[in-house]
Structure formats: structure tokens, C-alpha cells
């Protein structure tokens, strides 16, 4: 089972990641109409099912590909001096909030987040929990259009990533789409494999061609058709000071 339960592990798994093991096929349209996103708002959203092996190494493509400096996370806000000590090769990583075990935080995160030199990280989820889903939404956007001051790629759940009204509520795509209606929103379509979301489990997806395109009604989606389960760190909130 891919969860990981001491620093040693975390690690050994970060440094055993291989960050130079994927190619992302673009289709040459649908880079057109994300780097239009970009120059208009300034903002491209990336919306992606927690837990996946191969989420970070999309995000390390398209930053390659559409030429960024600035990556923005949906992790804790609070965990960033720790990040920029982990960045700095300072440790970093025992703060409880790395450990939570969502999928959000992987090991293939931290390595290409270091492998990714010179590329400014901002984190806009909040540090206080809410029962409000729109409400949060609604705060990482304005998180997200305060701190954000070039290009930006802006990682998130799918669900997040939405520009429009969903059974949720009000999403964060959908704020950020008022403030800049020239953005545009990437979703990651799974074919088979498994994922790590608390537990490991298993999605039979669909049929769908690798890379950057242009699907139906004009939907930006990067296919994904085989995908693996990622490493993450994952211990009980108060087993974190003690164990580590």
C-alpha cells in the first residue's frame, strides 16, 4: 500500500520519483487556446483527481510547455515556510498538515516541485477548516486573483476547477471565471488505474486519448488513459509530532 508513514519513507520516495519519466502529447489548438487563457487573465486552471501518480508530472509538463514561473497548490496556506524550507533543503516536512493522507500532498509533488527550480509556489487553501464548500471556494479564489501577479497555473481537485455552478455549490473555477472571463479551465480525463484519496482505490474510468486536446464543446482535458497510484504521506493528525 502506496501510503507512507515515516520521514525515512517519504524520503526515499521522493528521491526515488523519477520527474523525467512522462511526455505529454499537446495537441497544437489546444496549446493555442491555454496560452490564450494565460495572456488574458493571467490565470489556467488544472483540475485533477487526488492521488495520482502521474498528477505533478502533467504539472511539470505544462509549465515546461506553456513557459510559467508561477504554480498555485490547493494546499494549506500554513504550510508555506515549510515548503520553503523543504525547497530550501532546510527539512520541512513535519508539520501534521503533510501527513493528512487526501491525496492532494505526494512524494512525486515534492520532487517536482524541487526539480522545477526558479518557479514561485503559492497556496491558497485556507488554514481554518469550513463546512461551507462555496465559502471556501469562494476563499481560495480571492486567494488565488491577491496573490497571483504573472501567468499562473492553478492546480486543484476537478470538482474546484469547475467555472460553472455545480451540485455543490459555487466553485472556485466559477470566481475566478467572474474576475477573468477570458480564463480557461484544463480537467485531467482518467482512463483506468488506481488512486490514493485516505485509502487506495480503484477507478475503471473510460477510453480516452493521452494528452493536451480539445474535447467535446470545446473543453480543454488532458487525457490521462492508464494511471497508478501515488505515494503519500498519511499518519493520524496526532501521530505526527511523536512519530517523526
Not at 17 to 39: P, Y
Amino acid at each position: 500500500m502506496p501510503a507512507i508513514d515515516t520521514m525515512d519513507a517519504l524520503l526515499r520516495a521522493v528521491e526515488e520519483f523519477d520527474t523525467q519519466d512522462f511526455d505529454l502529447f499537446v495537441e497544437a489548438e489546444a496549446l493555442n487556446l491555454a496560452a490564450d487563457s494565460l495572456a488574458e487573465s493571467g490565470l489556467l486552471l488544472l483540475g485533477e483527481v487526488h492521488g495520482v501518480r502521474e498528477n505533478p508530472l502533467i504539472v511539470q509538463e505544462l509549465m515546461r510547455t506553456l513557459g510559467l514561473a508561477t504554480l498555485a497548490l490547493e494546499w494549506p496556506e500554513q504550510l508555506q515556510p515549510h515548503l520553503d524550507a523543504y525547497l530550501a533543503g532546510r527539512g520541512g516536512l513535519g508539520h501534521p498538515l503533510w501527513w493528512t493522507g487526501d491525496g492532494r500532498i505526494t512524494a512525486g509533488h515534492l520532487a517536482v516541485l524541487k526539480a522545477m527550480t526558479g518557479v514561485r509556489i503559492i497556496l491558497f487553501d485556507g488554514s481554518t477548516p469550513t463546512s461551507d464548500w462555496s465559502q471556501r471556494d469562494a476563499t481560495m479564489a480571492r486567494r488565488v486573483l491577491d496573490a497571483h501577479s504573472e501567468r499562473t497555473l492553478v492546480l486543484a481537485g476537478n470538482l474546484h476547477t469547475e467555472t460553472s455552478v455545480t451540485d455543490f455549490g459555487v466553485p472556485m473555477g466559477a470566481h475566478l471565471a467572474a474576475a477573468q472571463p477570458a480564463m480557461r479551465s484544463v480537467r485531467i480525463v482518467y482512463g483506468a488505474g488506481s488512486f490514493y484519496n485516505f485509502e487506495p482505490r480503484l477507478s475503471g474510468g473510460h477510453a480516452v486519448d493521452r494528452g493536451l486536446r480539445i474535447a467535446e464543446a470545446g473543453e480543454l482535458i488532458v487525457g490521462l488513459p492508464a494511471f497508478s497510484e501515488a505515494m503519500v504521506p498519511h499518519l493520524p493528525y496526532g501521530a505526527v509530532d511523536g512519530g517523526l
